[in-house]
């Protein structure tokens, strides 16, 4: 069963002559395998830093991030690299969609280096998020609420055990925000797969299994 820890996570980022910003302070945390978890703060907390970490596209100033018992870290990084592409799913509240393709050939970027050819896995992951029509059309032909499926799609195309999700409703309506995030924990939880999602919406988080505020740069657990 897959089990995420971050265990004493610390994050300094450089300033000016000699100083430094810590983002992150001996952050821990636990998370089970199927479960769903919220990161919630102000604007400035660290909650994307702190996801950067866990999806591998940040390394921590100290402390690190165990999958399964494994420290991803531990790794080279053409190995964490290929952890990351097997294992984690990405979600961004810009969506992030290249303009100059199709839907399909979006949800199809992250499975560029897969041996067979997944368009029928991409096809019915669109008809599961509503978009079966839409497939040859691109973003700028689909509504906010419209794209962010394709972005959850494609973050679901190589089945990642692991799904972070960076404020995916902070660019939608209250109607819109409802389909998406109603969307993505169906999927998620029939699908067995790990939640991180980061939110500065209380009633969002609300809605997740395990619930932590990050203030400060420190984490705590809302109850």
């Not at 692991?162 to 389909?179: C, F, M, R, Y």
């Not at 995030?181 to 067995?192: A, G, I, P, S």
């Not at 797969?193 to 009633?203: C, P």
């Amino acid at each position: 069963m897959n089990t995420l820890e971050i265990k004493d996570v610390s994050k300094f980022f450089p300033f000016g002559r000699g100083r430094r910003i810590e983002v992150l302070a001996d952050v821990s945390l636990t998370l089970p395998a199927a479960g769903t978890l919220t990161i919630s703060g102000s604007s400035g907390s660290g909650k994307t830093t702190l996801l950067n970490v866990i999806g591998g596209l940040a390394q921590p100033t100290s402390g690190g991030v165990w999958w399964n018992g494994k420290s991803i870290y531990a790794d080279s990084r053409a190995g964490l690299t290929q952890w990351r592409r097997q294992t984690v799913g990405l979600v961004f509240q810009s969506y992030q969609l290249m303009p100059e393709l199709s839907v399909l050939e979006n949800v199809l970027l992250p499975a560029a280096f897969r041996r067979h050819d997944a368009s029928r896995s991409a096809a019915e992951l669109l008809e599961q998020v509503g978009l079966k029509n839409r497939i040859q059309h691109r973003p700028t032909e689909l509504s906010g609420g419209e794209q962010q499926r394709v972005a959850i799609a494609r973050a679901l195309i190589n089945n990642p055990a692991l799904i972070l999700a960076d404020e995916p409703t902070g660019n939608l309506d209250p109607a819109n925000s409802e389909v998406v995030l109603r969307l993505l924990l169906d999927l998620v939880r029939k699908q067995h797969k790990t939640l991180v999602l980061v939110t500065h919406d209380d009633s969002i988080a609300q809605r997740m299994d395990l619930r932590y505020r990050l203030i400060g740069g420190k984490l705590s657990r809302d109850l």
